[in-house]
């Protein structure tokens, strides 16, 4: 064999793992002991972990530092945890790249290794690198971050089109002494369906008017054309009582947004409440509505 036979062969891999290859890659093409330790001497490889090296050059890009890291780690590793939330967008900063895997040699220099079983159905392949699955990068991340910060997680997953609120209640269910699982369920709560009824919820805000001192609204009634929930016509002053915005479309979203508009250019100000604000500390929902029919008053 030619000794520069397989450089372009070498070369291709890297274009397409962010200019990192494994010992095992190299081997499967052909790379003998000869020509891998003359490639290190040459510093056309440079080592970066154990079994893992960089190809021309060690300026790396982040996915290639993350893929690199996962290839240290070995067969069946992949990115998980903050590393994997970054990697789908859903954290912005990470204290070092975290890897899972089943079995693992001692990580390098900078990588944290959770050892955990990672089945098919928990993995998957964003540019180029082995990463958790959403759900799973979300379960994962239920166990290293604080309640603000998981929140904010899931928050962003949802903007991004990433969540799924059922596959993660499966999995919940599937995992009763998982770490994090409690905090994670109380996250959880916040993008849950309501679970009270539209006349229920009518029913409730009547009761905290008259709970707080509040002046009965109209219900169901009309304003400028358009129905709402409630309404103090003296005050113009309508509120409607939204569900967990994650289980509404899109045209809703929008049809409701252009309807408080037209309500606003008729002088009508709307409030809008939801079902946690009516199943919960009423206290604070209160003292804001009343507040803002004492600036209203005729």
């Given at each position: 064999m030619h000794d520069h036979s397989p450089d372009r062969a070498v070369a291709a891999l890297a274009g397409r793992q962010h200019g990192v290859v494994s010992l095992t890659q190299l081997r499967r093409?052909?790379?003998?002991?000869?020509?891998?330790h003359g490639r290190l001497a040459a510093r056309r490889?440079?080592?970066?972990?154990?079994?893992v090296y960089a190809v021309g050059h060690a300026a790396l890009t982040e996915r290639g530092r993350e893929l690199a890291a996962v290839l240290a780690c070995g067969g069946g590793a992949v990115l998980s945890h903050r590393s994997a939330a970054r990697l789908w967008g859903l954290?912005?900063?990470?204290?070092?790249?975290?890897?899972?895997c089943s079995r693992s040699r001692a990580p390098g220099k900078g990588i944290v290794v959770?050892?955990?079983?990672?089945?098919?159905?928990d993995c998957?392949?964003?540019?180029?690198?082995?990463?958790t699955?959403?759900?799973?990068?979300?379960?994962?991340?239920?166990?290293?971050l604080t309640e603000p910060q998981l929140e904010d997680a899931v928050n962003e997953a949802e903007l991004r089109r990433l969540f799924d609120l059922t596959a993660l209640e499966e999995r919940l269910r599937g995992a009763p002494g998982r770490r994090g699982r409690c905090r994670l369920g109380r996250v959880l709560d916040l993008w849950r369906p309501p679970q009270l009824t539209r006349s229920a919820a009518e029913r409730r805000f009547l009761e905290l008017c008259a709970e707080h001192g509040l002046p009965t609204p109209q219900s169901n009634t009309w304003a400028a054309?358009?129905?709402v929930d409630f309404l103090w016509p003296a005050a113009r002053l309508a509120v409607e009582v939204d569900g967990a915005a994650v289980h509404r479309t899109r045209r809703a979203f929008e049809l409701d947004r252009r309807r408080d508009r037209k309500l606003a250019a008729e002088g009508i100000h709307v409030v809008r409440v939801t079902w946690r604000d009516l199943d919960g500390e009423s206290k604070p929902l209160a003292r804001e509505l009343a507040a803002i029919l004492a600036k209203r008053a005729p």
């Open positions: 093409l052909g790379l003998s002991d000869r020509q891998l490889l440079q080592r970066l972990h154990r079994g954290v912005r900063r990470v204290p070092a790249i975290e890897v899972t959770h050892r955990s079983p990672v089945g098919p159905e998957g392949v964003l540019d180029a690198v082995p990463v699955t959403v759900v799973r990068t979300i379960l994962d991340l239920a166990a290293v054309g358009h129905e």
